[in-house]
């Protein structure tokens, strides 16, 4: 569908306003230097903005992976015993910036994971926001090309999972579009939803089609992230719209932000812990509640089972915080 030039700047100004919270912002529209915005015109990979790295145990830096490499992955670090977990930022992000920096320490502190992250903050950066969303495109195709790569070094689609914040799930959504077969797991982490909900047909944005196991964790639901049902199973965090830490933050879209990338970082807790507080009871595709089904609870994250299905509400008692700036 094409949509008028005039409609694309409207939702452009509109969406990066409400992503940053800052009417002031305004004013910078006026610098042509403001809008230095990059996009991808060319679909070949890899990509000189779109960069991977892994983190192991064994070492005390980050490595850059090239797929060009003829070199097994084994001597870079990789230990092919130990399952896998791709890790994609959103809108305004870097791998190397909280809350993804919490999420990959979790699976550090697992022990049991190959850690790799995916950098498109090039190509991603504010106030940019329709062109990030442009280039998902590029960023699911090469992070595809990435993943053959480590199959092809052993991997296995059942231990690895693509874990994805904001647009960033919605990549992990496109991943298997450039597969002949698709992945076996994602986890979207509320999966973004501005312009995307309206103009993003399904082949572009996450779906439970795009994985044998998809798994979407909602904190601000109907705003800044996607409504459920998403994926096999969703999990609604405090009612899945706004998180209770978030309500000190002052503007409601402020408020938004934080709830936003709460998702990172309950899952990152989640990821390290089986505590009974990220436990989910059956409710409605809208977050409501559904009483006397507590025998059906579902554990969120590493022990969440592929055979989940629907919508579960986890109630959070303890406060927590989640740097996002």
């Given at each position: 569908?094409?949509?008028p030039?005039a409609?694309?700047?409207?939702?452009?100004?509109?969406s990066?306003?409400?992503?940053?919270?800052?009417?002031?912002?305004?004013?910078n529209?006026?610098?042509v230097?403001y809008?230095?915005?990059?996009?991808?015109?060319n679909?070949?990979?890899?990509?000189?903005?779109?960069?991977?790295?892994?983190?192991?145990?064994?070492a005390?830096?980050?490595?850059?992976?090239?797929?060009?490499s003829?070199?097994?992955?084994?001597?870079?670090?990789?230990?092919?015993?130990?399952?896998?977990?791709?890790?994609?930022?959103g809108?305004?992000?870097t791998?190397?910036?909280?809350?993804?920096?919490?999420?990959?320490?979790?699976?550090?502190?697992?022990?049991?994971?190959?850690?790799?992250?995916v950098?498109?903050e090039?190509?991603?950066?504010?106030?940019?926001?329709?062109?990030?969303?442009g280039?998902?495109?590029?960023?699911?195709?090469?992070t595809?090309?990435?993943?053959?790569?480590?199959?092809?070094?052993?991997?296995?689609?059942?231990?690895?999972?693509?874990v994805?914040?904001?647009?960033g799930?919605h990549?992990?959504?496109?991943?298997?579009?450039?597969?002949?077969e698709?992945i076996?797991?994602?986890?979207?982490?509320?999966?973004a939803r501005?312009?995307?909900?309206?103009?993003?047909?399904?082949?572009?944005r996450?779906?439970?089609d795009?994985?044998?196991?998809?798994?979407?964790?909602?904190?601000?639901?109907?705003?800044?992230?996607?409504?459920?049902?998403?994926?096999?199973?969703?999990?609604?965090?405090?009612?899945?719209?706004?998180q209770?830490?978030?309500?000190?933050?002052?503007?409601?879209?402020?408020?938004?932000?934080?709830?936003?990338?709460?998702?990172?970082?309950?899952?990152?807790?989640?990821?390290?812990?089986?505590?009974?507080?990220?436990?989910g009871?059956?409710?409605t595709?809208?977050?409501?509640?559904?009483?006397?089904?507590?025998?059906?609870?579902?554990v969120?994250?590493?022990?969440?089972?592929d055979?989940?299905?629907?919508?579960?509400?986890?109630?959070?008692?303890q406060?927590?915080?989640?740097?996002?700036?």
């Amino acid at each position: 569908m094409r949509i008028p030039l005039a409609n694309q700047l409207n939702f452009y100004v509109a969406s990066c306003l409400f992503m940053n919270g800052a009417i002031g912002l305004l004013q910078n529209a006026l610098d042509v230097r403001y809008w230095n915005c990059v996009m991808k015109r060319n679909y070949h990979c890899p990509d000189e903005n779109i960069r991977f790295y892994m983190y192991t145990k064994h070492a005390r830096y980050k490595k850059r992976i090239d797929v060009r490499s003829r070199v097994p992955l084994r001597y870079a670090g990789w230990d092919p015993d130990l399952k896998n977990v791709i890790i994609i930022h959103g809108f305004n992000g870097t791998e190397s910036k909280v809350p993804m920096t919490y999420l990959r320490d979790a699976y550090m502190r697992r022990g049991d994971y190959n850690v790799f992250t995916v950098d498109w903050e090039d190509i991603a950066h504010f106030p940019c926001y329709l062109s990030a969303i442009g280039n998902t495109r590029l960023v699911a195709q090469c992070t595809a090309q990435f993943y053959s790569f480590l199959t092809s070094h052993g991997a296995t689609a059942e231990n690895t999972v693509c874990v994805g914040h904001s647009l960033g799930a919605h990549i992990c959504g496109m991943i298997s579009n450039h597969l002949t077969e698709k992945i076996h797991k994602i986890v979207g982490l509320d999966p973004a939803r501005p312009l995307v909900d309206r103009y993003g047909g399904k082949a572009f944005r996450l779906t439970k089609d795009d994985a044998h196991v998809v798994h979407v964790i909602h904190t601000n639901a109907g705003l800044l992230g996607e409504s459920p049902q998403v994926g096999h199973a969703d999990f609604c965090m405090n009612g899945g719209t706004m998180q209770p830490s978030c309500l000190r933050e002052g503007r409601r879209i402020r408020q938004a932000r934080c709830s936003h990338f709460m998702s990172a970082c309950y899952y990152a807790a989640a990821v390290l812990t089986s505590d009974v507080a990220f436990t989910g009871v059956p409710c409605t595709s809208s977050c409501r509640r559904i009483r006397g089904l507590e025998e059906f609870a579902v554990v969120m994250g590493e022990k969440t089972p592929d055979s989940a299905r629907g919508t579960y509400c986890v109630k959070m008692t303890q406060i927590m915080t989640c740097p996002f700036d």
